[in-house]
């Protein structure tokens, strides 16, 4: 069965002010979709086409013959935008219970949380994410390049901001920086982060 897109949890424009509806309609519908498309013809009747998208991320991740790494990216791609999309919300959110007190004791505060993701975030050179993960049993911020997500690394994540151009430029032009300060004050779900890392305890229990 071919891989589905994961329907978006809220309208095109629920993120306005901070995302408009027409940097959604574009990174969903266009390049969210057009990953998924690329993925479904690239592995169409081969043994990939039966695989989990994290088995197929995990299992191109170090391969680098041209083929492989087409596939890997557009995996990787298909996976980080499912994430991406339920790692935002335009619910206020508080941050509580014991995420809040693991983001206290590994960033000194949500202050802390938000100054080091948006660096972060802001640092990465070129395409790529910024994370919030969970690596050696610690919370902690990191970026990769390109579609890259840190599982290939055993690490588990929590978070993830898009910062490729396509995500924030027809609202923020240049000014990554902004756009990664408005994701950190208004459209991160937290429930999700919590939901997320009670996942990986029980996992680990
Ligand atoms: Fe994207």
Known sequence: MAFELMPLPYELDALEPHIS????DFHYNKHY?????NLNELVANTALAK????????STAEDSRPAQVKIFNNAAQAWNHAFLWSCMTPKPMQLKGSLKKRIEGSFGGLDGFKKSF?????????????????ADGGLKIRSTSNAKPPFVEDQTVLLACDVWEHAYYLDYQN????????FVEHLIDWEFVAERLSQKHEAAA
């Open 51 to 58: 695989a989990s998208l994290e088995d197929i991320v995990r």
């Open 175 to 182: 000014r990554r920086k902004d756009f990664a300060t408005a």
């Open 118 to 134: 948006v660096s972060t975030a802001t640092q990465q050179f070129g395409s790529g994410y910024a994370w919030l993960v969970l």
């Open 33 to 37: 979709a057009g990953y998924v498309k």
């Open 21 to 24: 509806a027409r940097t959604m």
